[in-house]
Nanobody, 125 residues
Framework: QVQLVESGGGLVQPGGSLRLSCAASGFSLDRFAIAWIRQAPGKEREGVSCISQGGSITYYADSVKGRFTISEDSAKNTVYLQMTNLKPEDTGVYYC??????????????????WGQGTQVTVSS
């Protein structure tokens, strides 16, 4: 059974940093693409970043390029999202999601089959 558990969210001031973790169980990361997808109040879900093939394939939304870094630790079966220089518009619930493929990773939320419960990120002074 595929399970994803996010952690690491919280309240941070603009310009601050957070690292989100997505602990996967029931499957091996080397057979799946993992995405971080966020949803702000009143807005559609947005694919922020994704990773596949042990990190040889990554994707970043234009809104986070240069500020966010996705990575994975295969030994811990965990994917991370390091977020720096956070802005108020980064506020939202961040979900990690999995798709059974190693060919690519996608920024489209609807392509992902399994989801975690989400972790809240609030960027505010």
């Amino acid at each position: 059974q595929v399970q994803l558990v996010e952690s690491g969210g919280g309240l941070v001031q603009p310009g601050g940093s957070l690292r989100l973790s997505c602990a996967a169980s029931g499957f091996s990361l080397d057979r799946f693409a993992i995405a971080w997808i966020r949803q702000a109040p009143g807005k559609e879900r947005e694919g922020v970043s994704c990773i596949s093939q042990g990190g040889s394939i990554t994707y970043y939304a234009d809104s986070v390029k240069g500020r966010f870094t996705i990575s994975e630790d295969s030994a811990k079966n965990t994917v991370y999202l390091q977020m720096t220089n956070l802005k108020p518009e980064d506020t939202g619930v961040y979900y990690c999601a999995a798709k059974r493929t190693i060919l690519y990773c996608s920024g489209y939320p609807d392509e992902y089959e399994s989801w975690g419960q989400g972790t809240q990120v609030t960027v505010s002074s």
